[in-house]
């Protein structure tokens, strides 16, 4: 599985931004969808999931109602719609992916900047 994240940028306290996860991969529905966040000099943090053959999603409760995960199975990738960013919302953001079953996400796609000033 390959992942590709792309969509970061700087926003101002209040804005929006989408972040996308292009995936390759033989076939996804048997994983697990994901983005997490790292701020510096913190430690990595789950945002959200969702299964890639399923609606079930999952949150943060940090993001709930701000943030939403969806994915476009046509184009093999996974958005994070980003609403009312915060400056703590600040952070590398990577997608991830696992399998169903799997404990650990055992794919990861290279950071994407956000940014949000106050």
């Known amino acids: 599985v390959q992942l590709q994240a792309s969509g970061g940028g700087l926003v101002q306290a209040g804005g929006s931004l989408r972040l996308s996860c292009a995936a390759s991969?033989?076939?996804?529905?048997?994983?697990?969808m994901a983005w997490f966040r790292q701020a510096p000099g913190k430690e990595r943090e789950f945002v959200a999931s969702?299964?890639?053959?399923?609606?079930?999603?999952y949150y943060a409760d940090s993001v709930k109602g701000r943030f939403t995960i969806s994915k476009d199975k046509v184009k093999n990738t996974v958005y994070l719609q980003m609403n009312s960013l915060k400056p703590e919302d600040t952070a590398a953001y990577y997608c991830?992916?696992?399998?169903?079953?799997?404990?650990?996400?055992?794919?990861w796609g290279q950071g994407t900047q956000v940014t949000v000033s106050s």
């Open positions: 969702s299964a890639w053959s399923g609606p079930i999603t």
């Open positions: 991830a992916a696992k399998n169903r079953g799997g404990t650990n996400y055992n794919y």
């Open positions: 991969a033989r076939t996804f529905s048997n994983y697990i």
